[in-house]
């Protein structure tokens, strides 16, 4: 049962999304209004937060008190590929480091308009070839990343397997954003449950990102890539989000292709609703199972090689 808590939020935030008309949008003026408003967030007790700067990108390392050592969680943030940086995600990351047990790192990839794809797809890839230059074990890192950060995750993870590198241990996606043509059965069917998006503004927001001849592109939208020969992954996603169908269709895929998946659709939630984890239960409840996916996968890698 949904919490009074999440339908408070859920209300709230619909308010707020409701007001806005991406056709007429300044994304400049909202990607500035949304950084600069989430620098009063609170990250975690007891997570140590430093400044950074590694291939080339702005980054944060979090660190919770009595980190394992040498292991780590890479978050791709969100924001449609055109907003979001350290401050907009620094509370859920520094939650998710914590509950993981290990060191999380924030970087700040290139953001569209002003850097299309793929020059997200090529700071993710770079930054993660730069970490195991410095020494990190691809078996102990683990990607994470919400909506378009979860795509490019995804995204990652093609362009490591098919230049036949390492692989990380596992990968966790929160309402990933996996398919930017909008061709998912969910646009219709949750088109009046989201509580945030309707189905008109997506090709609006992708064309920030892409070119129309793009948009079914396996480092675009994932959905449409061959799935085989990937990590582990989990995806957390919300029952009524337009977004729904991209990550069913991709968990469809893994399984077709003999991966490892684990999905699990959250009733009465939305996009992202992780984020809230200050705000309501359901939040706190599910960044603690990412948490101890990623314990899980991590020491399953280790057993593996043993």
């Known amino acids: 049962m949904t919490s009074l808590r999440a339908k408070f939020v859920r209300r709230t935030t619909r308010a707020f999304f409701k007001t806005i008309d991406a056709e007429k949008a300044d994304v400049h003026a909202m990607r500035e209004t949304w950084h600069s408003a989430a620098k009063v967030l609170w990250t975690a007790r007891k997570v140590k937060v430093e400044q950074a700067e590694v291939h080339g990108l702005n980054a944060e390392w979090l660190t919770p008190k009595g980190a ?177 169908s991209d990550s069913t269709r991709a968990a469809e895929k893994v399984k077709a292709a003999g991966g490892d998946v684990e999905i699990e659709i959250w009733p009465g939630m939305w996009h992202v609703f992780q984020a809230f984890l200050r705000q309501m239960p359901e939040s706190s409840k599910a960044a603690k199972k990412i948490g101890k996916f990623v314990q899980r996968a991590l020491r399953d890698q280790g057993s593996s090689e043993a």
């Open 68 to 244: 394992q050592e040498n292991k780590l969680l890479i978050y791709l943030h969100g924001g449609a590929y055109v907003m979001g940086n350290c401050a907009t995600h620094r509370q859920l990351v520094s939650y998710l480091a914590k509950f993981s047990g290990i060191k999380a790192l924030l970087p700040e990839y290139r953001l569209a308009p002003e850097h299309p794809f793929p020059a997200a797809v090529d700071d993710a890839v770079g930054l993660y070839r730069s970490l195991l230059a410095d020494g990190y074990a691809a078996s102990d890192i683990v990607f994470a990343g919400d909506s378009a950060g979860g795509g490019l995750a995804m995204a990652t993870l093609l362009s490591l397997r098919d230049s036949r590198e390492p692989l990380p241990a596992a990968a966790c996606l929160l309402s990933p954003w996996l398919d930017l043509a909008a061709t998912g059965e969910s646009m219709t069917t949750r088109a009046r449950k989201d509580p945030w998006f309707q189905p008109e503004d997506m090709p609006i927001v992708a064309a920030y990102y892409c070119r129309e001849d793009q948009l079914r592109h396996p480092l675009v939208s994932p959905v449409y890539a061959d799935l085989s020969g990937l990590p582990p992954l989990y995806i957390q996603v919300g029952e009524d989000e337009i977004l729904l």
